[in-house]
């Protein structure tokens, strides 16, 4: 009876140690690898949640493909992880497979680009850049910068290289970016197209526009991979980056810092992918028992220049080359 006794109580002993050890599972759905800012954003919260204890990633990443993401949450879901973290690459869609993660119970972190629908789904966090007011700074920079420079009066004619079509990230910065136009009657539109975000793409963007459009002042790109994709091509061109053509970008990544020292680049709005920082401590405290609204929390960002000291109402630019050893991505 006794030697019963003592084995009924290991074996709860043993199921007990067991749950308290079981990993949280954590399921990250990454849009793909488009871009140097998605690459510090992946390693950013893979180094945050693996080297967690008790943590394990389970990571996809859907190459760019909206169905590709669908199947990955889904499984997710058959997998019965702990916590979901979320960017949509398009941010229409989501409705019916978000539906299936809130009915499974299943904690749902939104980061970067928020679904629309995200007003309609529950979810337990969210972190996102601010994608109007980042559009709406690189045009203030361009604009103010001429006015510093005694262009102000003067007829510019400007492109917009937008990111991947329907991806909240292009949206919201196109958004921006036309709203401030309306700002700056002398700033004038003459090219808008889609370089989905790659600095291939936003090679070939450049390449055509220099073909057909008469004179290019100013670019506008709504990320830097782009913007340094477009250097090659103006450099190609035999035109001189920074100078014959102003060139505005966005993200603040390390590659566009180097071209801003080196005189090729003007302008980096800051759009962070550091969200480490923000999830651990989030699910740290959900898994104590604690909530937070249902809003979205936008990380404060920055804007860095040739010079530094561009008034754009919200922020003042920094010289990059005052900060450069700084930056961590
Ligand atoms: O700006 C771009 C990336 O969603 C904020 O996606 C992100 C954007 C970022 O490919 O470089």
Redesign the pocket.
Known sequence: MKKVLLLTLALVMLVCVSAASADVVIAFSQIGQ??D??TANTDDLRNAIENHEGWKLVYDDAQQKQENQIKALRNFITQGVDYILFTGVVSTGWDEVLKEVNEAEIPLLLI??IPDCADKIDYVAAFG?DFVEEGRRQIAWAGEYLKSIGKGDVDVNIVIME?TTG?S?QTGRTEGNLKALAEYPHLKLVGQQSGN?TRAEGQAVMESWLKSIDKIDVLIAQ???MALGAIDAIKAAGKVPGKDIIIVG??SVKAAFDAIVAGEMNCTVE?TPLYGKFVVPTIEALIRGEKFDKTVVHPEEGVFDMDGGIDLGTVKSIKAADVIATRQY
């Open positions: 488009e871009s800012w998605r970067d680009r850049g990111g991806a990230a975000f990320n830097d991979d966005c993200d759009c």
